[in-house]
Every structure is written in C-alpha cells, then in structure tokens.
C-alpha cells in the first residue's frame, strides 16, 4: 500500500501545496510539543498520505481524531471546501517491537520523499522530520 501511495500522481493531492503542509506539520509538532498527547519520533508529510512514528501518552482516539479534525478543518478553509472530508476515516497503527524495528520506521519515513522520487536527499524534503528546515 505504502508503494501505491508513494507513487500516486492522481486524486487528492493537497499536501502538495506548501500552506497545508505547513499546517499539518506545526500540527504533528504541536501534538509533542504543545499538547503532549505523544512523542514524536519521525513524520513525513507527503503530497497524499502522512507517516508519523509515535510514542503516545494517551490514548490514539484522544489525538488522532483532533489531529485530523483541526488540520481538515484549516485545510479546507484554504481550499474553500467546507466541511467536506479531507483525510480518509481509517489509518494504519502498528505496534513497535523492538528497537532494531523502531530504527528501520524511522530510516522508511524519512527516506520515503526520496524513494518517492521527490528529492535527492531525506534532509531536503522540507515536511519532515529530516529536514533541519522544518523546526519550529
């Protein structure tokens, strides 16, 4: 699956624009920082999906669901899609087992813009955690 959205040049492609990127990304940042609601690990924002690699403190349907419904919110205001749904209801959780795991998600989300073709090196992808351009 991951493949087939890495690859995805068709449907909903709003995370290409640099002003929703910007949101979601202060968004996943404040999750950790503001709200602590998770640890934040390693995220990428690519043009169609989001990876994130989390620590949570509380529950997922306690973040999760404010993570999608304030940055949906702030999306489609820029979009002018009021009340329209922006991220797909499901999401995909998986469980860390061990260290040498948690080392390899990490490297799989922050190589994702380059094995996606979308950059050269992980660090010049500016919606990741990665990139030293995209501290808050």
């Not at 929703?20 to 995220?43: K, P």
């Not at 797909?88 to 094995?115: A, K, M, W």
């Amino acid at each position: 699956m991951d493949r087939l959205l890495d690859r995805g040049s068709s449907g909903p492609l709003f995370l290409r624009r640099p002003k929703i990127d910007e949101i979601v990304a202060a968004a996943l940042r404040d999750g950790d920082s503001q709200f602590h609601r998770y640890q934040l690990h390693a995220y990428v924002v690519m043009p169609n999906h989001v990876h994130m690699l989390v620590t949570p403190s509380v529950v997922s349907t306690r973040w999760l669901g404010p993570l999608k419904g304030f940055t949906s919110h702030q999306a489609n205001g820029l979009l002018g899609t009021h009340g329209r749904a922006f991220w797909q209801d499901e999401s995909y959780d998986h469980l860390v087992r061990s260290d040498v795991e948690f080392e390899c998600i990490r490297g799989y989300i922050e190589r994702n813009p380059v094995t996606a073709g979308l950059v050269r090196a992980s660090d010049q992808f500016r919606w990741s955690s990665a990139s030293r351009s995209d501290a808050a």
